[in-house]
């Protein structure tokens, strides 16, 4: 598989480069500018929303596919994401780790059983990252259906955990996932890359990508 990346001097656009050893590299995008040694068939995307029309230019120009993870998209971003989708295979998410998109799933299909607790979220990351809350926290709160708060700490050197906390008079639940490493997010992604290899064009999320890998 030939592919690109936009970020590819960041932290985590080194872990995708490392993890999709095995395939090969034609396309860079970091601060020294665009780097093109082929076509890609997919690109992937973990840097920031300032460079997300370059991303979309790019995408759009190669036909390739698109695996973004960018965080702190607006409305706006996401729209232009659907309307490439309309041409090529996009799959977007806030977080590419199996075991987030597992816990929507399981979230979705259970939350009403909570509706006796009172819950609350807590989300602890790296003191470098820029948004707050996460996109992860703000997916799990969706996934509950349910306005709760989030309490975002921001330290260290912490790829990132998520807490959901559940308390009544008598007992308390905590849900907790912890990425060890940011290597689970480009193990994810080189799932979403491949997923997007086999689809010609539309809008997809990651865990429709995990449905996928089950067929």
Request: charged fraction near 25%.
């Amino acid at each position: 598989m030939k592919y690109g990346v936009v970020g590819s001097s960041g932290r985590m656009g080194e872990e995708v480069i490392e993890v999709f050893r095995d395939h090969e590299l034609v396309l860079e995008v970091n601060d020294e500018g665009i780097f093109r040694h082929g076509e890609p068939e997919v690109i992937i995307d973990f840097s920031n929303r300032e460079v997300l029309k370059t991303t979309i230019d790019l995408t759009d120009q190669f036909g390739a596919g698109l695996v973004i993870g960018t965080t702190a998209l607006r409305q706006s971003d996401i729209s232009d994401l659907e309307k490439l989708a309309e041409k090529v295979p996009v799959v977007q998410s806030f977080n590419f780790s199996i075991g987030i998109n597992l816990l929507r799933m399981i979230l979705k299909e259970f939350s009403t059983l909570f509706e006796g607790f009172e819950g609350e979220i807590i989300e602890v990351h790296h003191s470098a990252k820029k948004d707050a809350p996460s996109g992860t926290a703000l997916m799990l709160k969706e996934s509950t259906g349910r306005d709760l708060p989030i309490h975002s700490v921001r330290a260290g050197g912490v790829p990132g955990d998520h807490t959901l906390f559940f308390a009544n008079d008598g007992e308390v639940i905590e849900i907790t996932h912890r990425a060890i490493s940011r290597k689970v997010f480009a193990i994810g992604a080189l799932t979403a890359a491949q997923f997007c290899t086999n689809k010609e064009k539309g809008f997809y999320s990651f865990e429709e990508v995990i449905k996928w890998t089950q067929k």
